[in-house]
């Protein structure tokens, strides 16, 4: 019987929530199966600052590098948002995926039937959506030196450097092809090459690629404000998305209103020995500790990890469940409307489980 061992990192905000909820899921779709999980929880960011003085401290680290993969809720609010550089909760989390080695971060963006009425876009024009954002993940402007600050004339300046190697575009867009393989052999990579150089080696890089392995997929290139535009015009004209740390981070959040919440989106952060699963939403602090958050994220955060651990079909059962909960009426704040039933954050995550179908 396989064991999986499983870092907990719920965090902050919504965080511990939703991560309760995926965890709940977890076990109710290995219960039946002839695989179980083993978890250890860690804090990290504002949680790990207020105990350790450090969003990401080392012990964390190491007990992430020794798992099959770390499920991570979110990080950050107002109480820790006065602090600056590596003692802002964010930066754990970036020194997390960095560590890990995590450099393809993967956003799936489904507008199922069920939902297509509740986006703030024409339901015509969002049905049917399929995209996968492959998002660059420990490279560009969040990691590029130099970045800093310092008194400039009168005033003051401050920098940040947008820098990519060749070797970080190829094998970020070689994941994203081996995607587009799988799915409907189309792939859209977004930059900004007709203003940036760091853009233009990003351009000529994936179209060699394209070229030397990938000949077969349809290769289009787009600039990133166009993108942003596309996405909310006609998305369904997306298969694979591959873009820069940055781009992707806007892209997504946008992609991530087609189905009406931000708290719908799961993501993968791949390319090392261990995987980091997340919810994209953050700790929205607002509505935190109120069984308002939608745990839909962080549960299709955990299929995504059971892909990743190599059981396909318990991934699918999540996936299933998910839609079946949808297709039910059952809705948390966030996307509730006429009609709905209205759920809390663990009512939710119970539908979820109730309609997981039986190996
Ligand atoms: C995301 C988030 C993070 C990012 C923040 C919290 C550092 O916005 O995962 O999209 O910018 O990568
Ligand atoms: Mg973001």
Redesign the pocket.
């Known amino acids: 019987m396989n064991n999986y061992s499983i870092v907990l990192l719920p965090g902050d905000g919504i965080g511990p929530e939703v991560v309760a909820e995926a965890v709940a899921t977890l076990d109710a779709v290995a219960a039946p199966r002839d695989f179980a999980f083993r978890y250890t929880e860690q804090p990290v960011g504002g949680a790990a600052l207020d105990t350790h003085n450090d969003p990401l401290p080392d012990a964390v680290l190491e007990h992430c590098l020794a798992a099959n993969a770390v499920l991570l809720g979110?990080?950050?609010g107002a109480k820790w948002d006065h602090l600056t550089g590596a003692q802002r909760?964010?930066?754990g989390?970036?020194k997390l995926?960095k560590a890990l080695g995590a450099f393809a971060?993967l956003r799936p963006v489904m507008v199922p039937d069920a939902l297509a009425t509740a986006s703030p876009l024409r339901a015509e024009a969002v049905r049917g959506t399929d995209l996968l954002v492959v998002?660059e993940?420990t490279g560009g402007i969040?990691f590029g030196e130099p970045r800093g600050r310092a008194p400039e004339g009168d005033g003051e300046k401050a920098f940040n450097t947008m820098v990519y190697h060749t070797t970080e575009i190829e094998r970020v867009a070689r994941i994203a092809f081996d995607w587009a393989d799988k799915r409907r052999r189309r792939i859209t990579s977004v930059d900004k090459a007709n203003v940036l150089v760091v853009s233009q080696l990003w351009r000529e890089t994936v179209q060699k690629l394209h070229d030397q392995d990938f000949p077969a997929i349809e290769l289009e290139h787009m600039y990133v404000d166009n993108a942003a535009m596309q996405l909310v015009l006609n998305p369904r004209q997306f298969d694979v998305i591959v873009t820069g740390?940055?781009f992707?981070?806007i892209l997504?959040?946008a992609a991530a209103t087609l189905g009406g919440s931000l708290g719908l989106l799961p993501?993968a952060s791949i390319g090392g020995p261990v995987g980091l699963f997340?919810p994209?939403h953050?700790?929205a602090p607002d509505i935190a500790g109120q069984g308002k958050a939608n745990p839909i994220a962080a549960i299709l955060s955990v299929a995504m990890m059971l892909d990743f651990l190599e059981q396909p079909a318990a991934a699918q059962a999540v996936r299933r469940a998910v839609d079946a909960a949808l297709d039910a009426g059952a809705r948390t704040a966030d996307l509730c409307r006429d009609g709905h039933r209205r759920v809390s954050t663990k009512e939710m995550g119970e539908e979820i489980r109730r309609n997981l179908p039986t190996p």
């Open positions: 979110a990080v950050g909760p964010e930066s989390l970036l995926r971060n998002r993940l969040y740390n940055l992707g981070d997504s959040d993501s997340e994209v953050g700790s």
